[in-house]
């Protein structure tokens, strides 16, 4: 789904993740940038890459000194209304008041695997560090230095020859990808809400599910059948390699053992009989004696 959003950039590095933003069809209301600087011998205003590819995607521009205290800039932005704002090389501390704007808060590409290299300067450091892998990071800002809680992150190996110039374009397509990456729905799976029925052990599954399914729905819905009766949780188990047939219990010494479906088998460690405390397998087999081949379940 498009979004509002205000961009906050300048540098040649922020220039794809601008383009890209664009091409997908987000609603880029404002760019914000630094002012023009002199440059050359002549010192002539130069704008900012940003500001050049903002003027080729005619969208309007902002060049304010000072963000922190410019009411005027602010009642600009909160007119506006963004979902988001994205800050890429923007190159100001973004203030307290711009990070409470937008419902999504204020999104910020980073060129290095956070935590590693926070700061301005993380692709040269990173070189000069001896790195071999060095990569991008998504995350949605705070008012620290590059601390803010990491939504997205993609590695990219630094090559023995790189130079801070290799590497930055490279860094910077990726970096722009990582920001418009929509979910892949195909790939989609539900968390629904647990319900009590979930935690009913269907020994038509194999041991492993049955057992990730006891591990996952601690402590509720847990994992429960029914022994001559009764609800019975189990609360521990662990992989068998003997066979026995789904559902039936077998008590080999002091292990109890159930069948799963696909020849597997699981040992029960602990557990617990409705109105009764928890116990160990031994203790259980003890106090009830399960007959050879008697059912889960029932």
Same mark, same amino acid.
């Given at each position: 789904m498009p979004l509002s959003l205000i961009f906050c950039g300048t540098p040649t590095f922020a220039v794809p993740s601008l383009e890209k933003l664009a091409a997908a069809g987000h609603r880029i209301h404002l760019v914000v940038t630094q002012p023009d600087r002199p440059k050359g011998r002549g010192l002539e205003l130069v704008p900012s890459p940003v500001k050049q590819s903002a003027q080729k995607l005619n969208l309007p521009i902002i060049q304010p000194d000072r963000i922190k205290t410019n009411d005027e800039f602010r009642s600009q932005l909160t007119s506006i209304k963004p979902d988001a704002i994205i800050v890429v090389g923007y190159g100001r501390i973004i203030p307290q008041w711009m990070l409470d704007l937008p419902p999504l808060g204020n999104i910020n590409l980073h060129a290095s695997l956070l935590p590693k290299y926070r700061g301005a300067a993380p692709i040269q450091w990173a070189i000069a560090n001896g790195e071999t892998v060095t990569g991008n990071t998504t995350m949605r800002i705070d008012s620290g230095l590059d601390t803010g809680n990491i939504l997205l992150q993609q590695e990219l190996p630094i090559s023995s020859d790189d130079t801070a110039e290799t590497l930055s374009p490279r860094l910077a397509d990726m970096?722009?990808?990582?920001?418009?990456?929509? !979910?892949?729905?195909?790939?989609?799976?539900?968390?629904?809400?647990?319900?009590?029925?979930?935690?009913?052990?269907?020994?038509?599954?194999?041991? !492993?599910?049955?057992?990730? &399914?006891? &591990?996952?729905? !601690?402590?509720? /819905?847990?994992?429960?059948? &029914?022994?001559?009766?009764?609800?019975?949780?189990?609360?521990? =188990?662990? /992989?068998?390699?003997?066979?026995?047939?789904?559902?039936?219990?077998?008590?080999?010494?002091? &292990?109890?053992?159930?069948?799963?479906?696909?020849?597997? =088998?699981?040992e029960i460690l602990e557990l617990q009989l409705e109105a009764k405390k928890r116990s160990s397998a031994q203790a259980f087999i003890n106090g009830y004696h399960p007959k050879p081949g008697e059912p889960l379940g029932i």
């Open positions: 970096g722009a990808d990582l920001l418009v990456e929509p !979910q892949d729905d195909s790939e989609a799976t539900l968390a629904p809400i647990l319900k009590k029925e979930d935690g009913l052990i269907d020994f038509s599954r194999p041991a !492993q599910q049955i057992l990730n &399914r006891l &591990r996952g729905f !601690q402590p509720w /819905p847990g994992a429960y059948t &029914r022994f001559r009766g009764k609800n019975l949780q189990i609360l521990n =188990a662990q /992989p068998a390699n003997e066979l026995v047939l789904p559902s039936e219990l077998k008590a080999i010494g002091d &292990r109890l053992l159930v069948g799963c479906a696909k020849n597997t =088998a699981l």
